[in-house]
């Protein structure tokens, strides 16, 4: 354990290891031509690699409560990835999708202030709304173009949105009822595995070869993904959701904007920078909110 600040490592780990992964995790598909289910696939067994260093020297937990909140998370986090193919596969707008499903920790943070009991004091509130702000501007900020067409799609947003945004919160829940971080991930890591096969069978050309290059970028890059994971799952259970939702989904976005500048010379459009701003401003005031709080609490007599 690493004290009270140590939520603010993992979480800071969270947005570093999926704020590199975002910028690079279109690299297979753009280069080679890597279809989304082959990427699903290797994504699910680069999970065992952080599964096995956080399950190393710990006791699995197979307790009911473990069983059930493992298979939770696991299932809304892998199913919604899985379905996420499935609509991009219908030929949904990428451009309006995304946004959809980048406003799941909306649904975390209301489930944590109901369900949960969490309170954030006035300035980290502040914080927590500049945060979903920036993510609702960067929404806009990928949302140019024409408009798709039909609403299965949306129907499928809405479904991928919300099965995020509850996977975070059932986190957070079993870290309350007390199943460890690792068993955890080595059930996520599990349910990431059994649906597999699916992402298989919804492969339009079973039989294409690609080269090995394709294999080997997609797992370097889908390991940032797994080891994020695996990082928000310690965060959680060390923090609040209802900062660390926000924080990790407002921030992850600004690292990856940078790096796309750098790498790709790609600028940010306006609401992208008015986002970056609002962004950092509101995880700022979260952190420093909860160290204050914090600080508060040690002074406070017994």
């Given at each position: 354990?690493?004290?009270?600040?140590?939520w603010?490592?993992?979480?800071?780990?969270?947005?570093?290891?999926?704020?590199?992964?975002?910028?690079?995790?279109?690299?297979?598909?753009?280069?080679?031509g890597?279809?989304?289910?082959?990427?699903?696939i290797?994504?699910?067994?680069?999970?065992?690699?952080?599964?096995?260093?956080?399950?190393?020297?710990?006791?699995?937990?197979?307790?009911?409560?473990?069983?059930?909140?493992?298979?939770?998370?696991?299932?809304?986090?892998?199913?919604?990835?899985?379905?996420?193919?499935?609509?991009?596969?219908?030929?949904?707008?990428?451009?309006?999708?995304?946004?959809?499903?980048?406003?799941?920790?909306?649904?975390?943070?209301?489930?944590s202030?109901?369900?949960?009991?969490?309170?954030?004091?006035?300035?980290?509130?502040?914080?927590?709304?500049?945060?979903l702000?920036?993510?609702?501007?960067?929404?806009?900020?990928?949302?140019?173009g024409?408009?798709?067409?039909g609403?299965?799609?949306?129907?499928?947003?809405v479904?991928?949105?919300?099965?995020w945004?509850?996977?975070?919160f059932?986190?957070?829940?079993?870290?309350?009822?007390?199943?460890?971080?690792?068993?955890?991930?080595?059930?996520?890591?599990?349910?990431?595995?059994?649906?597999?096969?699916?992402?298989w069978?919804?492969?339009?050309?079973?039989?294409?070869s690609?080269?090995?290059?394709?294999?080997?970028?997609?797992?370097?890059?889908?390991?940032?993904?797994?080891?994020?994971?695996?990082?928000?799952?310690m965060?959680?259970s060390?923090?609040k959701?209802?900062?660390?939702a926000?924080c990790?989904?407002?921030?992850a976005p600004?690292?990856?904007a940078?790096?796309?500048?750098?790498?790709?010379q790609?600028?940010?459009?306006?609401w992208?920078?008015?986002?970056?701003?609002?962004?950092?401003?509101?995880s700022?005031?979260?952190?420093?909110s909860e160290?204050?709080?914090?600080?508060?609490?040690?002074?406070?007599?017994?």
């Amino acid at each position: 354990m690493m004290g009270n600040k140590s939520w603010i490592v993992y979480t800071f780990m969270v947005v570093i290891t999926w704020g590199v992964w975002g910028a690079f995790s279109a690299w297979p598909t753009t280069h080679y031509g890597y279809p989304d289910q082959w990427i699903y696939i290797i994504w699910s067994l680069t999970m065992l690699i952080p599964c096995y260093f956080s399950l190393r020297g710990q006791r699995f937990d197979r307790s009911f409560t473990a069983v059930l909140y493992g298979c939770l998370i696991g299932f809304t986090g892998a199913g919604g990835q899985l379905l996420l193919f499935k609509t991009l596969a219908m030929g949904a707008p990428a451009y309006l999708v995304f946004p959809i499903i980048s406003i799941s920790p909306a649904i975390t943070v209301l489930m944590s202030l109901v369900m949960l009991k969490e309170r954030v004091n006035k300035l980290g509130a502040i914080g927590v709304t500049l945060a979903l702000l920036s993510i609702v501007t960067f929404s806009i900020s990928s949302s140019d173009g024409d408009k798709g067409t039909g609403l299965l799609w949306l129907v499928y947003s809405v479904i991928i949105c919300a099965a995020w945004g509850v996977q975070a919160f059932f986190m957070k829940r079993a870290s309350n009822l007390g199943v460890s971080d690792s068993s955890l991930f080595g059930y996520m890591t599990l349910t990431g595995i059994l649906l597999a096969p699916v992402a298989w069978l919804m492969l339009a050309d079973k039989g294409a070869s690609y080269p090995a290059m394709a294999t080997v970028a997609t797992a370097l890059i889908q390991v940032l993904n797994a080891v994020g994971a695996l990082c928000l799952v310690m965060a959680l259970s060390r923090g609040k959701a209802t900062i660390i939702a926000p924080c990790t989904n407002a921030l992850a976005p600004v690292l990856t904007a940078v790096i796309s500048l750098i790498v790709y010379q790609s600028m940010p459009g306006t609401w992208a920078l008015l986002g970056i701003f609002l962004a950092i401003s509101g995880s700022t005031l979260m952190v420093y909110s909860e160290e204050k709080q914090n600080a508060v609490k040690l002074t406070e007599p017994v």
